[in-house]
């Protein structure tokens, strides 16, 4: 992702453009091509090398904002390896120490210091131009790229767009996902990765159909006061999977600008561009909820777990969309099942609640940490503390299964 | 604490950053409304909010109304703070902290480096006898003022930065560490010192003013004014300015005497075709656009443009070519040699404008590079043995520019920077703190016939250098 001294946007009013390059435009590409090709022949030498042919200055104020984006999408796709011959610093500094004794008895000239230099150097098996080379070759920059992930001009500007995206939301009060004829499983998918950055959010819907017309506002990082830094990057993180969500509407409100910072609006219509291949903006689904199906199936049991692709409608006007359906094979019973990693304690309170006034759903919410720390406890809830295990899952989805109620 | 708890008091607590109002009647919020712009429901949980830095002023609000409040915000209470550093204040020191205290103990004070600054803060502390925080802008400035303040208050001072997160009743922070960590030591402190408070108006920074309820604030820098203008602001996050005197009026007796001196010198015959190639090339690209990169939105047409056009990227380059010249051209290295060996028994700071000019000066004088990417240790080593003479010379980009104390310096060889008065004037500042014998001198390398004179003659436009 770009950080703020790179998102480049235009403010209309109190909307919000990000300047996103066009994929198609003949000048864009060109210049991806050109510092494709630096980074291509940088391979075997110093990152400073990139900084030096893209006219020494990638990291100075000047170099056009554009470029630096785009260097640092690139960047990221180095490897990068120390130099191989370095210098302590406390060995450089021994020689800083002898030069000054020779420079405090005056006369300490070039030719002076070239004999010191090559002294040195001889220690440490190399010449004078190595030596030097060497001095601060521990210094950011010179390490080696030793492998570079190549990528097509045209990829470079639609990663550089969501990097620019995911840069704009680190500036966001909240971030809305609506979705009107979104697939339960695309739901699904969004509210896994939600959890799996442990976002907060809220989830509206229509009552009637809950499936449509469905809101998920997550709270931005400029709504917050603790740690908005980690919150803001796990939110960032989180854009791909909400842009990958073929005719979703994205709209965020932001904190913009500095004197004085002002709220605007972005918003984003998943049929538009500058994301015509959105397939491949998805992450892969997330190894937890992969490692607790390959679990069950280990474990010999009555009971078919299943990712729940359902919108709850409970207690007054809230919406629940549960992690997993268990059906028993046997006797058709049934229970709803929700993993809840990161939870606040009011939060889940008045989800029991809510869930507990809404007798036709068998619900199990299950949560990380213990009882005996959050303080209070429900028979619909069961803890854990690393992984919920299948033995102990089994054993609370028994005691709260219920088969589903006539009609 | 408990005022007038006759009926329904109104509940004032802090929560993350912010001041919750609770058990209000409609009246006293449309009242409150009024008086205060910022205040209104949170809609996560329908509480009323205020900003934290606003506790001081609703207070006073309350008090001067006669509403009864319960003040569940303050977290801390007064307490006596007995200096152990038996030092007489001299008079701008005595002075400043009068206007201070007589502007209701917020404001700021504007003084030159190295006319003790940091006991003007102990004064403020002493005579606030509330918990203090000190925020500077860098690690090394904050463990100089650990170990400042522990010494003169004889107790254990806590740290927040640097990998430390220790509050105490007095506390020292980086600006970074202390917005980041607002919602937990924001109604701790009933004194906020700012260093360097021209740091504090960023957009980030500032939040460490506006979540914190501190109705003491005392700012100090040399430097107050920012070129982006966002200084304004100060008089909101600490107070208004109280107390200002300039190197001028105390070069001599406070701080060391002091002279600055223009070197002049001449490109190479190769370096200055180069030099008037690129500037052609450059010329001749905007003369065909038509602008100029001083003319309104000329810099910013001039950069969109190299980031699409190939023409505009050669120009780009000009520019950039221009000024490595200017940075690191021979006659300026060849000075540099001359200068050092003019100053052979002295304590040299080497300041240039970029890290790449420094690391090449390091290399080819055979001096200590000390830049943002320089480790602690290395940092500490280098700064230790700039002070005992084991290292006298110390080349440096932008490190140094404020705050890192290093009173044996006396000698500033200034080969590049910003064409910005706050710069210069900072990297004079660096010299110029009293000494026993030291007559400080700042040397500064201009290329004659470039556009170095005018970038001279701009950043010099300030009266410690009439």
Not at chain 1, 200 to 227: C, V, Y
Not at chain 2, 126 to 144: A, E
Not at chain 2, 278 to 285: Q, W
Not at chain 2, 339 to 368: G, M
Request: hydrophobic content about 40%; proline content about 5%; charged content about 25%.
């Amino acid at each position: 992702m770009l950080t703020s001294d790179l998102v480049r946007a235009t403010v209309y009013k109190a909307s919000l453009r990000p300047s996103f390059l066009a994929e198609g435009d003949s000048a864009w590409l060109q210049s991806a091509e050109e510092l494709l090709e630096m980074f291509r022949r940088a391979v075997g030498s110093p990152i400073a090398f990139i900084r030096d042919e893209m006219v020494e200055a990638i990291e100075g104020e000047d170099l056009p904002v554009v470029w630096k984006g785009l260097a640092r999408v690139l960047e990221a796709r180095c490897h990068l390896v120390p130099a191989e011959k370095q210098v302590t610093w406390q060995a450089r500094l021994d020689l800083f120490a002898r030069a000054a004794i020779l420079r405090q008895n005056s006369g300490f000239d070039a030719e002076k210091r070239a004999e010191l230099v090559s002294m040195e150097s001889a220690q440490i098996g190399a010449n004078s131009l190595e030596f030097l080379e060497a001095l601060y070759a521990d210094v950011p920059g010179h390490e080696t790229i030793s492998a570079f992930e190549d990528i097509s001009a045209r990829r470079l500007l639609e990663e550089y767009n969501l990097a620019l995206a995911q840069g704009v939301v680190l500036r966001s009060e909240w971030l809305e996902v609506e979705l009107q004829k979104g697939s339960t499983r695309q739901i699904r998918n969004l509210i896994n990765a939600a959890k799996f950055h442990q976002l907060h959010w809220d989830l509206t819907a229509d009552s009637d159909q809950p499936e449509k017309n469905i809101r998920i506002r997550f709270d931005g990082p400029m709504s917050l006061f603790d740690s908005t830094t980690k919150y803001g990057i796990r939110l960032a993180c989180f854009l791909p999977t909400a842009l990958a969500v073929e005719e979703a509407k994205i709209s965020a409100s932001l904190i913009w600008g500095k004197r004085p910072a002002r709220k605007v609006i972005w918003e984003y219509h998943g049929s538009k561009v500058p994301f015509p291949n959105r397939h491949r903006l998805a992450p892969p689904a997330h190894p937890e909820i992969k490692g607790l199906h390959k679990l069950w199936q280990s474990t010999e049991n009555d009971w078919e777990l299943d990712a729940c692709c359902q919108v709850l409608p409970f207690g007054e006007s809230q919406f629940w969309i549960p992690d997993y359906l268990l059906k028993n094979r046997s006797d058709g019973r049934k229970v709803f099942v929700e993993i809840l990693a990161d939870w606040k304690k009011d939060r889940l309170t008045k989800m029991i609640q809510g869930l507990s006034e809404s007798p036709e759903i068998p619900w199990l919410l299950v949560a990380k940490g213990s009882s005996k720390r959050a303080g209070f406890d429900h028979p619909g809830l069961g803890w854990y503390r690393s992984f919920p295990s299948p033995e102990k899952l089994l054993l609370w989805v028994e005691s709260r299964a219920i088969k589903p109620l006539p009609g | 604490m408990i005022n007038a708890p006759a009926i329904d008091p109104v509940l004032v607590r802090f929560v993350c950053g912010t001041l919750t109002l609770g058990g209000m009647g409609s009246p006293l919020i449309g009242e409150l409304a009024t008086r205060f712009s910022e205040m209104r429901v949170d809609p996560k949980d329908g509480a009323w909010r205020l900003p934290a830095i606003r506790y001081r002023q609703l207070i006073e609000f309350f008090v001067a109304k006669g509403i009864a409040f319960l003040d569940q915000a303050r977290a801390y209470n007064r307490r006596i703070f007995n200096l152990a550093d038996d030092r007489t204040p001299f008079e701008h020191q005595s002075e400043a902290i009068a206007s201070w205290w007589n502007s209701g103990g917020r404001g700021l004070v504007v003084l030159p480096t190295g006319t003790g600054k940091s006991l003007v803060a102990n004064l403020a502390i002493q005579k606030t006898g509330r918990p203090s925080l000190v925020v500077c802008p860098t690690i090394d400035l904050m463990h100089q003022w650990h170990i400042q303040l522990s010494k003169t208050f004889g107790e254990e001072v806590g740290l927040a930065g640097g990998g430390f997160l220790d509050w105490r009743e007095i506390t020292v922070s980086t600006y970074d560490s202390a917005y980041l960590h607002v919602e937990k030591w924001g109604n701790r402190f009933g004194l906020i010192v700012f260093d360097e408070a021209h740091h504090l108006p960023g957009p980030t920074t500032q939040l460490a003013a506006r979540g914190a309820i501190a109705p003491f604030r005392l700012g100090l820098t040399a430097t107050p004014e920012r070129e982006d203008g966002s200084h304004v602001v100060m008089a909101d996050l600490i107070g208004p300015l109280v107390y200002e005197r300039g190197i001028h009026e105390l070069s001599g007796e406070h701080l060391a005497d002091y002279q600055t001196n223009l070197v002049w010198v001449d490109l190479s015959g190769e370096e200055r075709q180069q030099y008037d190639h690129e500037a052609c090339l450059l010329k001749d690209y905007l003369a065909t656009k038509g602008y100029s990169l001083g003319s309104s939105g000329g810099w910013n047409r001039f950069i969109r443009e190299s980031s699409r056009s190939p023409e505009a990227r050669r120009a780009f380059k000009s520019f950039l070519v221009q000024r490595r010249i200017l940075q690191q051209c021979e006659a300026k290295m060849q000075a540099v040699e001359d200068l050092l060996e003019r100053h052979h028994k002295d304590r040299v700071l080497l300041f240039t404008a970029d890290n790449a000019t420094v690391y090449k000066v390091a290399k080819r004088f055979l001096v200590p590079a000390l830049t943002h990417h320089t480790k602690p240790a290395e940092r500490k080593e280098i700064l230790q043995a700039f002070h005992d003479g084991r290292l006298p010379v110390l080349a440096t980009s932008r490190v140094l520019n404020e705050g890192v104390d290093v009173p044996s310096a006396g000698v500033a060889i200034v080969l590049s920077g910003s064409g910005t008065v706050r710069e210069h004037v900072q990297r004079l500042g660096r010299i110029l703190r009293k000494h026993e014998g030291k007559n400080a001198v700042l040397h500064e390398l201009v290329v004659r016939g470039t556009k170095e004179e005018f970038v001279s003659r701009r950043r010099r436009n300030h009266d410690a250098y009439q």
